[in-house]
């Protein structure tokens, strides 16, 4: 009983200041390369992805909006860090990568481009390798901006950038498709329909998207294990493609919402950091929301991208400006890295309300947009439900019930709403502590079109 008191009283002891200051230092300097790492991968993403969709960004553009009331605390350490863009030639081709220093004893962080593959970012302290010359691919022309005739529609979508949906809310751009027809669509100035943005967990449904792709060739079965765990008679064995779509695998993950910084701006692999979490609870009891289960999801189909990889479905589409981006090892980051304009995630939202069919072509199988907008797993406590990659807007009043959409970080929308036939996509770079009302928003639009 006393060793038991002893040992209680010694946890109990307060730690050493020492090693508190120590801790803080090394938090400190954690924090500062992440937040290089964020902004090497940012400038690359942004200014080449551009580049290659045949439109421009600049360093300060970026400065601007993506790197500007972005996470505490890399948002106090992002502006102070000096960078660097190398171009493959003096003749102005692509990004060759993108460096920011951040110790005075350490490489910078590195973001490396690779034209069609977007920008990966490299490992802290690692340095690129000698590369091949970048060339700029050409563009594919793009058709004008397509101005609403009706005011009724004009005027929502105006709403679309004003205060109206969230106080401190940036929108970037906004557009409404109805029966495969562009309404309208709208570009905050430096933007366009040729500018991509980072999609974040947009790029959730994405994934969902190419493991439909998978199922309707008959390469997977989204109810086979998706194989994790390190033996056979491990438990995780049990956990299934459809428990992580539907965000249900029951695996820990370490913060709300499951924080994938290291893989994100530390340049960790997916490997390294998604699949080895424990299991927790019984596979389809519990939703946690989870990066981890998106990133094993396609993780599980990944023998498939020798033969299909993500660029041929884009191509498939039409969505030549997507880019889906990898860690440095190549292994794609559907959770969150993609890069997408605004009528390309339209084309993703007309692929559902089509039923999975392209241009005559079955791209997913029959049946998997009601797949993918069912509930059938366990659900979030919040305003929206869960399917399989997509959110529900079956709690939205004034909704139709069948809505459902792909959502991301900073306000990335696509809502899909197929008893209208209509597809609503509104980008953004909000920052945390704003939110845009995409239900009020969406209520707005359908309003709208009636009149």
Same mark, same amino acid.
Request: proline residues 7%; glycine residues 10%.
């Given at each position: ?41 940012? +400038?690359?993403?942004? &200014?080449?992805? /551009?580049?290659?969709? %045949? $439109?421009?960004?600049?360093?300060? @553009? *970026?400065?601007?909006? #993506? ?13 102070? +860090?000096?960078?660097? &863009?190398?171009? /493959?030639?003096?003749? %102005? $081709?692509?990004?060759?990568?993108? @460096? *920011?220093?951040?110790? #005075? ?347």
């Amino acid at each position: 009983m006393i060793r038991h008191l002893i040992a209680a009283a010694a946890l109990l002891a307060p730690v050493p200041a020492i090693a508190q200051s120590q801790q803080e230092a090394l938090d400190a300097r954690y924090d500062r390369a992440l937040a290089a790492g964020y902004k090497a991968l940012f +400038l690359c993403s942004a &200014i080449a992805n /551009a580049e290659r969709a %045949g $439109a421009e960004r600049t360093p300060e @553009s *970026v400065m601007q909006w #993506e790197l500007t009331g972005i996470q505490a605390p890399l948002d106090g350490i992002v502006g102070e +860090l000096p960078y660097e &863009i190398v171009r /493959a030639d003096e003749g %102005g $081709a692509q990004v060759r990568h993108v @460096s *920011v220093a951040w110790a #005075e004893d350490m490489p910078p962080r590195y973001a490396v481009h690779d034209t069609g593959k977007g920008c990966a970012l490299l490992p802290i302290g690692s340095e690129p390798s000698p590369e091949q010359a970048v060339t700029r691919q050409e563009a594919h022309p793009s058709a004008p901006i397509v101005q609403p005739k009706a005011a009724a529609l004009a005027a929502a979508l105006d709403r679309g950038f004003s205060p109206s949906y969230g106080e401190g809310a940036r929108t970037t751009a906004v557009l409404v498709r109805r029966r495969g027809d562009t309404l309208g669509e709208r570009y905050v100035e430096g933007f366009g329909p040729d500018t991509p943005q980072r999609t974040w967990s947009v790029a959730k449904s994405i994934a969902a998207t190419l493991i439909g792709a998978a199922v309707e060739r008959r390469d997977i079965d989204v109810a086979s294990s998706a194989g994790l765990g390190l033996t056979d008679i491990d438990p995780r064995r049990t956990i299934t493609i459809d428990h992580l779509l539907r965000m249900a695998s029951g695996r820990y993950s370490d913060t709300p919402g499951n924080r994938t910084d290291p893989l994100y701006f530390g340049g960790a692999t997916v490997g390294e950091r998604a699949a080895v979490w424990p299991l927790i609870h019984a596979p389809g009891t519990v939703y946690r929301y989870a990066n981890n289960d998106t990133l094993m999801a396609v993780k599980a189909i990944e023998d498939t991208f020798t033969q299909h990889p993500s660029a041929e479905l884009f191509a498939r589409l039409g969505m030549h400006d997507t880019v889906a981006e990898t860690d440095w090892q190549g292994n794609y980051i559907l959770s969150s890295q993609v890069w997408s304009t605004a009528r390309d995630l339209a084309t993703l939202g007309q692929l559902y309300l089509d039923g999975g069919v392209w241009n005559g072509e079955r791209i997913l199988p029959e049946g998997w947009t009601r797949y993918v907008s069912s509930p059938s797993g366990p659900q979030p406590d919040r305003d929206f439900g869960y399917g399989a990659g997509f959110w529900l807007f079956n709690k939205s009043e004034g909704v139709p019930a069948d809505t459902f959409a792909a959502m991301g970080n900073r306000g990335q929308y696509v809502v899909i709403v197929p008893s209208r036939e209509v597809v609503i996509v509104r980008r953004g770079e909000d920052p945390p502590g704003s939110g845009f009302d995409i239900a009020a928003f969406t209520r707005d639009v359908l309003a709208a079109l009636d009149n």
